[in-house]
């Protein structure tokens, strides 16, 4: 099969590609920028096609012949707060995206999203809901997956806590009850590869979410174990945690921000399982935990033998 990606240099489309790729299919992937060091991680065989994503015929041109297209750009934070890249990355492109699949004749199309799209005052699920109307609107084969938040190996949730935990012995901590359940980026990738060879699946909006349903301060707590460090979280009432959000806003790299805090409104569980419907059993937080983290356990005895060593 001939797939054309979209942000496929991220954390999940890593992944994808790498299953993809072990099944023989013919992979572009378009980026704006692609660093060398990402390409170097990208599977054997895979055509990188560098320029705008935004320029209409580039898209267009490199959709000709795919027999699907993959869109899994996507943003968690933008320069200001005011809705304009999220409304730039999530509708504008998904709408050229579309645009280009209807010009080139292919059908076929996979659009990442989001667990609560459309819902709540946050710019991020605004935009994602708004990227969804689009694509159902397409009369395009599509199919749209609304993943909690995704671990594994390099994510942006267990591994970006870890690194704050390791700063200070305190971490105050906003919207701490707001409830998850994180879904395994294998599982994810499952779920697209298996949208992939059904047509069963066109039109249809998969959630993808796990079997651990955890606040968000239990789960910084369960990563602060696993590293076996002593950690104190403080929930921050809501006054501070929109300071805190606000304060963000203006660090480099935005750790947190007002867009975050105003998505962790509204709890990240599904009420769809969509593994169950696509015949996945979903992978355990605590089966994979180590594998990211890391372990204690494991760290001791390298220790150990360095000490013997020094003396």
């Given at each position: 099969?001939?797939?054309t ?7 999940v489309?890593?992944v994808?590609?790498?299953?993809l790729?072990?099944?023989g299919?013919q ?7 692609p ?7 990208l599977?054997p065989?895979?055509r990188v ?12 041109a490199?959709f000709a012949?795919?027999?699907?297209v993959i ?11 005011n809705?304009r ?10 709408k050229?995206v ?12 996979l659009?990442m999203s ?14 994602r ?13 599509w199919?749209?997956?609304e993943?909690?938040?995704?671990f594994?190996i390099g994510d942006g949730f267990f591994?970006?806590f870890a ?11 906003a919207?701490a009850?707001t409830?998850?359940a994180?879904?395994y980026?294998g599982?994810?990738v499952?779920?697209?590869?298996r949208a ?9 909006v998969y959630?993808?979410?796990g ?5 968000l301060?239990?789960?910084?707590r369960?990563?602060a ?9 403080v929930p921050l009432p809501d006054?501070?945690?929109r ?12 750790p947190?921000s007002?867009?975050?805090?105003r998505?962790?409104?509204l ?20 089966q994979?935990?180590?594998?990211i ?13 360095y ?5």
């Open positions: 099969m001939k797939i990606l979209l942000g496929a240099t991220g954390f489309g890593r994808l590609l790498a299953r790729a072990q099944e299919h992979l572009t992937v378009l980026s704006r920028n660093h060398a060091h990402l390409v170097r991680l599977p065989g895979t096609v560098t320029g705008d994503v935004y320029d209409p015929e580039l898209l267009k490199n012949g795919a027999d699907a869109n899994l750009v996507g943003i968690l934070n933008e320069a200001g707060d809705g890249g999220f409304h730039r990355a999530h509708v504008a492109l998904t050229l579309v645009a280009a699949c209807q010009l080139a004749g292919t059908k076929r199309l659009q989001s667990l609560n799209a459309g819902r709540g005052d946050s710019f991020y699920l605004k935009t809901g708004e990227a969804e109307a689009a694509v159902k609107a397409s009369g395009l084969d199919t749209i997956f993943p909690s938040v995704v594994g591994c970006r690194e704050l935990l390791k700063l200070s012995p305190v971490l105050p901590l919207k009850g409830r998850f994180p879904v980026v599982d994810v499952e779920a697209m590869r992939l060879h059904s047509r069963s699946t066109i039109g249809q959630e993808l979410y079997a651990d349903v955890m606040t301060g239990d789960l910084v369960l990563t174990r696993q590293l076996g460090l002593k950690r104190v979280v006054a501070l945690a300071l805190q959000a606000f304060a963000f806003d203006f660090v480099p790299g935005k947190f007002s867009d975050n805090y998505s962790l409104k709890d990240s569980v599904g009420a769809i399982d969509g593994l169950h419907q696509l015949g996945i059993e979903p992978t355990r937080i605590g994979q935990l180590a594998t983290l890391g372990s204690p356990a494991e760290k001791q005895p390298r220790y150990d033998r000490r013997s060593v020094a003396r």
